[in-house]
């Protein structure tokens, strides 16, 4: 494997994703010597929770809160603030990394904003933890009001490449991601900001997006591998050309363009990697537990449990 790792082109990186199985793990082994330099031997752990649920004005098609979608989901405007503080405190009590909370939406009022951040700061003053938020797109005035009540990492999923956006969502546009996630970083917010593997996309695709991601320069880079939800637009999208080997393929690309970033196996690790998740942390050193926004996911417990037994360290905050 000829490959200059530190500078890949996008031949290189399409090149990768079609790799023969046979020579992962060359790859794999290389990723890893990476992620060791930048992250050493840990894995970090978030906690997920959907703070609003469903009724969304946008048509994501892979969303089961999307305006179009069928799918049997619980429904709310804001989670009730106990709710928020026992996850806020299951992320303190188990030393977890970070508090990540979703709400359903592209656009906001201020009044709901205002709601918001309340209890963001009451959160805050209990827990301490650190949060991230997925609150579609902010003004920046809403943003600073989020800044001010402690919130210091936002969440904008890329989720696919600039060319398959349009089969993917036609409510809003990829640029207006762009766009958003470049005034949040100009007032010093930090980023989170992934993708989907799995949409019927191309892997050229898959190249895009993680060379756009690249160029925001993420905190954090979380990767699903999508699974099909009943009810939804992609219910019945065939999936079945996410192996294991490709997924390992994509996580150890999405390494190598972020070398420093946490690398986080999102949604669809239960699925596509069961039983390779020692592989998968060559690449990685970040998963969620207990669940993903709409799905179910493996107890914290057990996430710890499977991060050892793979021969990874549970990453404590200090
Ligand atoms: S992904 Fe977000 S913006 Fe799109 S439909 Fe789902 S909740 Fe709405």
Not at 68 to 87: F, G, M, P, Q, T
Not at 122 to 147: D, H, N, R, Y
């Amino acid at each position: 494997m000829t490959y200059d790792f530190q500078h890949l082109s996008k031949e290189d990186a399409l090149s990768l994703l079609n790799l023969p199985d046979e020579e992962l793990p060359e790859l794999l082994e290389a990723v890893y010597s990476i992620r060791k330099k930048y992250k050493g031997n840990t894995v970090s752990i978030q906690l997920l929770t959907n703070a609003r649920s469903g009724n969304c004005s946008q048509n994501c098609a892979y969303c089961a809160q999307s305006q179009e979608s069928k799918a049997h989901i619980d429904k709310y405007r804001l989670v009730a603030y106990e709710k928020l503080l026992k996850d806020g405190y299951t992320v303190t009590d188990k030393n977890l990394a970070r508090h990540c909370i979703g709400l359903s939406g592209i656009r906001f009022q201020n009044s709901e904003i205002n709601e918001f951040a309340d209890e963001i700061r009451k959160l805050k003053k209990e827990t301490q933890s650190p949060i991230c938020c997925s609150i579609g797109f902010l003004t920046p005035e809403q943003a600073k009001i989020l800044k001010e009540a402690g919130v210091e990492r936002i969440n904008h999923n890329l989720n696919t490449s600039r060319r398959f956006y349009p089969n993917i969502c036609t409510t809003h546009t990829y640029e207006e991601r762009i766009s958003n996630i470049k005034m949040l970083q100009s007032m010093g917010f930090e980023i989170c900001c992934g993708g989907i593997a799995g949409l019927g996309e191309e892997k050229q695709d898959i190249v895009d997006m993680l060379f756009d991601i690249q160029a925001i320069h993420p905190q954090a880079v979380p990767i699903n591998f999508f699974i099909p939800i009943e009810g939804t637009a992609l219910e019945k999208m065939d999936t079945s050309y996410l192996s294991a080997e490709y997924c390992l393929k994509v996580l150890c690309l999405a390494r190598l363009l972020n070398p420093s970033s946490d690398i986080r196996c999102a949604a669809g690790r239960e699925v596509y990697l069961k039983g390779k998740e020692k592989w998968m942390f060559y690449a990685v050193d970040s998963i969620f537990a207990s669940g993903y926004l709409t799905a179910d996911g493996q107890a914290i417990e057990d996430t710890i449990q499977l991060i050892t037994d793979a021969g990874f360290e549970y990453f404590v905050e200090p």
